[in-house]
Nanobody, 115 residues
């Protein structure tokens, strides 16, 4: 069974940083586009960042210049480095893997930005 396991969430003060990790198993990781999504209470899930199998990246406007997505194919892991965090970044962050019609989600990790 495919597994995507997120880690690295937590409570951080505004202006702080966190690095999320998502470890994948039972997929040919290097072939998949990997993404991070987030869902805040009462809001729809939204795309945060995506990295293709070739390493191309794309970001939501709200996180550009603050967040960086990267991948380590040798470790089957995708990362999200989050800097200059704001209270509005508070959400559950989900890892996503896509290859053609194959689509997998992690269980999510909570990020709370508060003083």
């Amino acid at each position: 069974q495919v597994q995507l396991v997120e880690s690295g969430g937590g409570l951080v003060q505004p202006g702080g940083s966190l690095r999320l990790s998502c470890a994948a198993s039972r997929i040919t990781f290097s072939m998949y586009a990997m993404g991070w999504y987030r869902q805040a209470p009462g809001k729809q899930r939204e795309l945060v960042a995506v990295i293709t199998s070739g390493g191309n990246t794309n970001y939501a406007d709200s996180v550009k210049e603050r967040f960086t997505i990267s991948r380590d194919n040798a470790k089957n892991t995708v990362y999200l480095q989050m800097n200059s965090l704001k209270p509005e970044d508070t959400a559950v962050y989900y890892c996503n893997a896509v290859l053609n019609t194959l689509h997998y989600w992690g269980q999510g990790t909570q990020v709370t930005v508060s003083s």
